[in-house]
Nanobody, 128 residues
Framework: QVQLVESGGGLVQAGGSLRLSCAASGRTFSTYAMGWFRQAPGKERDFVAAITWSGGSTWYADSVKGRFTIFRDNAKNTVYLQMNSLKPEDTAVYYC?????????????????????WGQGTQVTVSS
């Protein structure tokens, strides 16, 4: 099992940047693929970005491609989401998730149902 704790959310003006962090407990962090999702009020939880256990592969939602970067530091049991050129439509609660890679998970997967563990979320608000 792994426990996830997000941090780094806040209020930022459009065009600004934020870096989210997700700290994981457990000795097997490096064996999990990690993802970031977001959920705006009244909407479904949407995929944002994901990274394989080694960091060798990353993939993004079209809406954030070129603006967001996911990366991880396995020595620190932490995955990050660097968010640049933020837009008001990026406003949401951002969730970190981990997957053991079962149930058909593969590079490019975006379904929340393929992730096994979730953090509590961190609010990101982008003002216009």
């Amino acid at each position: 099992q792994v426990q996830l704790v997000e941090s780094g959310g806040g209020l930022v003006q459009a065009g600004g940047s934020l870096r989210l962090s997700c700290a994981a407990s457990g000795r097997t962090f490096s064996t999990y693929a990690m993802g970031w999702f977001r959920q705006a009020p009244g909407k479904e939880r949407d995929f944002v970005a994901a990274i394989t256990w080694s960091g060798g592969s990353t993939w993004y939602a079209d809406s954030v491609k070129g603006r967001f970067t996911i990366f991880r530091d396995n020595a620190k049991n932490t995955v990050y989401l660097q968010m640049n050129s933020l837009k008001p439509e990026d406003t949401a609660v951002y969730y970190c998730a981990a997957t053991e890679g079962r149930r058909g998970f593969r590079v490019g997967a975006t379904s929340p149902g393929l992730f096994d563990y979730w953090g509590q979320g961190t609010q990101v608000t982008v003002s216009s």
